[in-house]
């Protein structure tokens, strides 16, 4: 039977699309991160901009840490940097800055740029038709590794503009796993796009060998 996932919510409808895959899914709040041992979760998922619009992330840094050590997987979509919501919490085992950066044009050309990851791979082999029917845009916010220990996996662009490969970041911190994203799940989950499922599936799998 599958694990718990963990997700704390800010504003969009992913735990939805969470349970319809078949997860168990449990929405923590301040008091429950607290006081819940992460280590029963098989990976904890943030909502967008749960950066910016709860202060209280700041305070569980390093037990976040401490649980993707110890062979968590955290996965943080996307958070702004601006004047109005600009991220002060450390979010990631390493440093890596969020940009303004984005690709608006939903059928741009998504290039795989470690072909072998297992983020591509298991359980679902990720292809081009995976990118297919997206809705609206492609990412927005991307990471920018300042640390050079994150793995940049996708590299697209809006026509006429440089190729931007911060739109997926992964890193390997002790036994676990972290991902920063702007990938737009939070938009192509609720539209039904199936390569969206199928990547997310893959990206909850980090940690573990345990198929969708």
Request: glycine fraction near 8%; include cysteine; charge should be positive.
């Amino acid at each position: 039977m599958e694990k718990n996932r963990l997700y704390c919510r800010a504003g969009d409808k992913v735990p939805d699309a969470l349970d319809q895959m078949g997860y168990e899914v449990v929405l923590l709040s301040d008091k429950e991160l607290s006081r819940n041992n992460l280590n029963q979760f098989d990976a904890i998922i943030t909502g967008v901009r749960a950066y910016n619009t709860h202060t209280w992330m700041n305070k569980h840094y390093d037990k976040l840490m401490k649980y993707v050590n110890d062979g968590g997987n955290l996965i943080v979509q996307y958070n702004t940097s601006n004047q109005i919501g600009p991220v002060r919490a450390k979010i990631g085992p390493y440093n890596f800055n969020i940009t303004r950066n984005r690709v608006t044009d939903e059928t741009a050309t998504v290039t795989f740029l470690k072909p072998e990851h297992p983020v591509f791979n298991f359980p679902n082999k990720i292809t081009q038709e995976d990118f297919k029917g997206w809705v609206q845009e492609r990412s927005i916010y991307h990471g920018g590794d300042t640390s050079g220990k994150f793995e940049k996996l996708i590299a697209m662009a809006d026509p006429g503009e440089k190729s931007d490969d911060g739109s997926l970041l992964v890193a390997k911190y002790g036994k676990g796993w972290f991902t920063y994203t702007g990938l737009v799940f939070f938009r192509e989950l609720p539209a039904g796009v199936p390569g969206a499922f199928r990547l997310l599936a893959n990206i909850i799998a980090l940690n573990k060998k345990k198929g969708f």
